[in-house]
């Protein structure tokens, strides 16, 4: 009687195990795609935080641009306006500026206030467009936040006062300064990199 059940046991033996090689087998698929996905989500922050760094040398790029041609009439790299002193008083395409502001819609992505944006004005390329450590290229563009070109003032919404503190005031130590008006600027970058990877930043400065 023994010898008649021993070879049914030994057939539930193989198919359990074949059952439990399955099962193992794919429980081992599952995690390389698991580890796989995590590599890939890894990869994808590490872009994602490079383009970020990428961009902040656009960003200075822009407010040396600025700097550099705040309060001057011509200049090397603006041209003259035919409205206002200054040459940040009009619309410098050329060079990526507009004098007056392009809010982005509640339904609009990045990609097409980018696209917007580039229709007015060229966006500058940083580091004459090659690449950076990361492979990164960057360009960017700036408005000036008025609603009106011509040179800032109040009329064309342009000009924000600063506060007393922003000023350096002191109510206790010598007497009361004067603060000059600030006008600010919105700097949109673009970042291009490795797979395809595109980003966006925006940085407000006032001068």
Same mark, same amino acid.
């Given at each position: 009687?023994?010898?008649?059940?021993?070879?049914? =046991?030994?057939?539930?033996?193989?198919?359990?195990?074949?059952?439990?090689?399955?099962?193992?087998?794919? +429980?081992?698929? $599952?995690?390389?795609?698991?580890?796989?996905?995590?590599?890939?989500?890894?990869?994808?922050?590490?872009? =994602?935080?490079?383009?970020?760094?990428?961009?902040?040398?656009?960003?200075?790029?822009?407010?040396?641009?600025?700097?550099?041609?705040?309060?001057?009439?011509?200049?090397?790299?603006?041209?003259?306006?035919?409205?206002?002193?200054?040459?940040?008083?009009?619309?410098? $395409? +050329?060079?990526?500026?507009?004098?007056?502001?392009?809010?982005?819609?509640?339904?609009?992505?990045?990609?097409?206030?980018?696209?917007?944006?580039?229709?007015?004005?060229?966006?500058?390329?940083?580091?004459?467009?090659?690449?950076?450590?990361?492979?990164?290229?960057?360009?960017?563009?700036?408005?000036?936040?008025?609603?009106?070109?011509?040179?800032?003032?109040?009329?064309?919404?342009?000009?924000?006062?600063?506060?007393?503190?922003?000023?350096?005031?002191?109510?206790?130590?010598?007497?009361? =300064?004067?603060?000059?008006?600030?006008?600010?600027?919105?700097?949109?970058? =673009?970042?291009?990199?490795?797979?395809?990877?595109?980003?966006?930043?925006?940085?407000?400065?006032?001068?």
């Amino acid at each position: 009687m023994l010898s008649r059940h021993k070879p049914r =046991q030994q057939g539930i033996v193989l198919l359990i195990s074949l059952i439990i090689l399955v099962v193992m087998g794919l +429980a081992s698929v $599952a995690l390389l795609r698991s580890t796989s996905t995590s590599n890939v989500i890894a990869g994808n922050l590490a872009f =994602q935080q490079a383009a970020t760094s990428s961009a902040d040398q656009a960003t200075e790029a822009a407010i040396a641009w600025l700097e550099g041609n705040k309060g001057k009439a011509a200049s090397a790299t603006a041209s003259a306006c035919a409205v206002g002193s200054t040459v940040l008083a009009c619309d410098q $395409a +050329a060079w990526g500026f507009s004098a007056t502001r392009l809010d982005p819609t509640s339904t609009q992505s990045w990609e097409d206030l980018w696209t917007a944006l580039a229709k007015t004005i060229t966006p500058v390329s940083v580091n004459n467009g090659a690449a950076d450590g990361a492979g990164n290229t960057m360009s960017y563009v700036i408005q000036r936040m008025c609603s009106a070109a011509g040179d800032a003032s109040i009329t064309n919404g342009c000009t924000v006062v600063p506060t007393s503190a922003e000023c350096g005031n002191s109510k206790k130590i010598g007497p009361p =300064q004067t603060c000059t008006s600030q006008v600010y600027y919105r700097i949109t970058v =673009q970042v291009n990199g490795p797979r395809n990877t595109v980003s966006y930043t925006q940085a407000m400065v006032a001068l």
